[in-house]
């Protein structure tokens, strides 16, 4: 944390929902674009082996993946602003084939970037405070958050704030910057968990405590090869001890976690092979024996932080709610996509509409350049030119007034971006796959694009309801197949794509781990073995009943049968 | 290079691949020698020599402004080269979600 931003004054009205950057951020910005610079000439001369560039390349997020080089973005806590947003639709249009890629991580990525062109796409970026840092690497990565976070009617602390604090104390960590493994945390505000905080390597929830700001901590839960859900560690951690707790919990981490085998140095590993109540103890140890002093986070700098976030001014017409229910009852289109598309706000007159990115038969998460300078247009017209973006892979805009979410309604649909599937069937959450990643399988995106076109018809969507599917083209399972109600992941057979299906699986404050259900499946085998499910399931299900409570209460050999008793 | 990229087959045959540097875009090893951004321009070499084609294009790779050079495995049955495995035949002939974007104007129209 840099005490230079208590001393940089305000130059200008701050973005609403993220920090504005100020001199020391830009000044460090510019140098590491002009370093990386440096090291993309000596690559291109020969001065550097590809050895020894790798890790610098992958530290400014420039991957090599199946077909070109793959730049992934930073988006902290998956917020940014419409100036933002139009850079990275030029990216887009002006660097790559048009379009950018949504991630689970609330990143954008680009599939079709040439190395020699990455330091001018760094420096565009860092002339609207944006960079590829540690997207990449055994470093703490992009600090995830709830895409409702300061708007959400549920929640109890916006936890923004916090997730800037934790950026900067977590940004070139020069004792977390080779960690045994990557490192995720993600953090909410609300009790109910929109941000798979089970499934993080650290999982934080804010709540006001008696005096001031508490947090929940979880660890070790995660996805990949080993799917575990998280312990919680602690309750009520102490706003002032949130950096030292970490610091701590992190300490435990990096000198113990093993380092000899890729596929157990995650967090979750150690916490298991030490127990969570050994690897509290090791925390408890640490914690107590540091510095507390100097890792401690006094109100003064959580407040200077929060003086950097712009705020929005709430101010609905008293009739806004009125005039919404008016525009639902005229247009019932609208009322469908209201239905789906739309979160209750915590200010009267004021609602968080949700931009699906899951347009039928589409690919989920990607946008054209066209598609996100309309966003970035649509939030400065609604929604204080603030963007988010979800782990769903979809767009939120906060803080819409209700007399004017039709209007903005008929905007998305301008821009093909008015699907009313948020939640339901269509909402499928797919990583790249083998169309674009080196460490794929099989390819996620041809199924999502047939089981998004065969489910299309959005009264079928709604009636089959809360249903999510997630689908992985490998074990690492970005695509978070583990916790979808049907979970997919590609497998590879002698050079041949398969795909093994497991149901079950939950992010939220139920969160459980999929069970596979049988043998893997060829791909269209696999989308008419969802259609079997979905059938077995609106057979079975009682009034209200989700696909998971339906499956819960009647258990797998159901759905095994309706799966593989024809086959 | 990640083992399963180079399975090959005793009496097969094989192309040679690489990134190119500059913008990452796949290459294939040519029958002059130099780097083509097809595959049904790439030479085709028996199983039992490419080791030591793979070996001289590594050690030239940097004068060539190419990156990961290996060997993939091809079927018997086609004028222009088609490989064996899913993931070899995308990298050939692009994603199968851009058809806009394939390599070939005349590739095969399924790399299933």
């Given amino acids: 944390m840099s005490a230079e931003i208590l001393a940089t004054p305000d130059t200008g009205a ?31 001369s020969g001065a550097l082996s590809e050895d020894e560039f790798k890790p610098l390349r992958l530290m400014n997020g420039l991957y090599l993946q199946l077909h070109a080089y793959m730049l992934r973005v930073a988006i902290p806590y998956g917020i940014l602003d419409s100036r933002q947003m139009r850079e990275l639709a030029h990216i887009a249009r002006t660097y790559d084939r048009d379009y950018g890629h949504f991630t689970t991580r609330q990143n954008i990525q680009f599939n079709w970037i040439r190395l020699e062109d990455t330091p001018d796409i760094l420096a565009r970026l860092a002339a609207v405070d944006m960079h590829a840092i540690q997207t990449s690497g055994n470093c703490i990565r992009n600090i995830t958050c709830d895409q409702f976070a300061g708007a959400a009617v549920d929640e109890l602390l916006d936890p923004r704030v916090h997730a800037e604090i934790l950026r900067q104390w977590s ?31 650290i999982g934080l929830v804010a709540k006001p405590g008696r005096h001031g700001t508490v947090f929940d901590v979880f660890v070790g839960g995660g996805m990949g090869r080993t799917p575990v859900v998280g312990v919680h560690l602690r309750d009520n951690l102490p706003e002032e001890d949130l950096l030292a707790y970490l610091e701590a919990m992190v ?4 000198e113990y976690g093993r380092r000899d085998n890729i596929y157990k140095a995650r967090i979750k590993i150690l916490v298991q092979a030490l127990s969570a109540e050994g690897y509290r103890e090791k925390v408890d140890a640490e914690f107590a024996a540091m510095d507390r002093a100097r890792y401690r986070l006094p109100p003064e700098t959580v407040a200077a932080i929060r003086a950097r976030f712009g705020t929005p001014v709430l101010d609905a017409p008293s009739d806004a709610a009125d005039r919404l ?19 209750p706000h915590r200010a009267a007159g004021y609602i968080s509409a949700v931009v699906s990115l899951k347009p039928d038969g589409g690919i989920p998460g990607d946008a054209t350049s066209a598609q996100i300078d309309a966003i970035a247009d649509i939030a400065d017209r609604f929604s204080f030119g603030e963007i988010r973006i979800s782990h769903m892979q979809n767009i939120v805009l906060g803080h819409v007034r209700q007399d004017q979410l039709h209007a903005l309604w008929q905007e998305l649909g301008r821009a093909g971006l008015a699907s009313a599937n948020i939640g339901l069937i269509g909402d499928i959450i797919a990583c790249p796959g083998l169309d674009y990643c080196s460490l794929a399988n099989a390819r996620s995106i041809p199924i999502a694009q047939k089981l998004s076109a065969r489910f299309a018809n959005p009264a079928l969507q709604e009636r089959i309801g809360d249903l999510q599917i997630k689908i992985s083209g490998c074990i690492n399972a970005c695509g978070h197949h583990h916790a979808g109600h049907i979970g997919i992941l590609g497998v590879d057979k002698k050079g041949e794509e398969f795909f093994q299906l497991t149901l079950g699986g939950s992010a939220g404050n139920d969160a459980a781990i999929g069970q596979i259900l049988g043998p893997a499946l060829p791909e269209d085998a696999t989308v008419d073995a969802i259609a079997h499910l ?26 095994k049968d309706a799966v593989y008793a024809l086959a | 290079m990640d083992v399963r990229n180079n399975r090959r087959q005793a009496g097969g045959s094989s192309v040679v691949t690489a990134n190119r540097l500059l913008d990452g875009r796949i290459v294939w090893l040519a029958e002059d020698g130099a780097w083509s951004g097809r595959i049904d321009a790439a030479q085709v070499f028996s199983n039992d020599g490419i080791e030591a084609v793979i070996d001289t294009a590594t050690r030239r790779q940097q004068a060539d402004g190419v990156v990961g050079v290996y060997g993939v495995q091809i079927g018997d049955d086609s004028t222009t080269p088609v490989p064996v495995t899913v993931r070899e035949r995308i990298r050939a002939f692009g994603p199968t979600v851009h058809p806009e974007f394939a390599t070939l104007t005349e590739g095969p129209p399924d790399v299933r």
Wanted: glycine share 4%; aromatic share 14%; hydrophobic share 40%.
């Fill in chain 1, 14 to 44: 701050a973005p609403v929902g993220h920090y504005a950057y100020d001199q020391v951020d830009r000044a460090f910005l510019h140098d590491r674009v002009e370093q990386f610079r440096d090291q993309v000439a000596r690559r291109l």
């Fill in chain 1, 171 to 201: 940004t070139l960590h020069p004792e977390f910057s080779f960690l045994p493994r990557k490192f995720k945390i993600a953090i909410s505000g609300s009790p109910n968990d929109r941000v798979a905080a089970r499934f993080h390597d």
């Fill in chain 1, 251 to 254: 300490r435990v981490y990096n």
């Fill in chain 1, 325 to 343: 229910a008016e525009a639902r009852r005229t247009d019932a289109l609208f009322d469908r996509w209201v239905r789906t598309n739309t979160h």
């Fill in chain 1, 534 to 559: 979905v059938d077995a399931y609106l057979v079975h299900r009682t009034d209200g009943e989700r696909f998971l409570d339906t499956y819960r209460r009647l258990g797998a050999a159901l759905f």
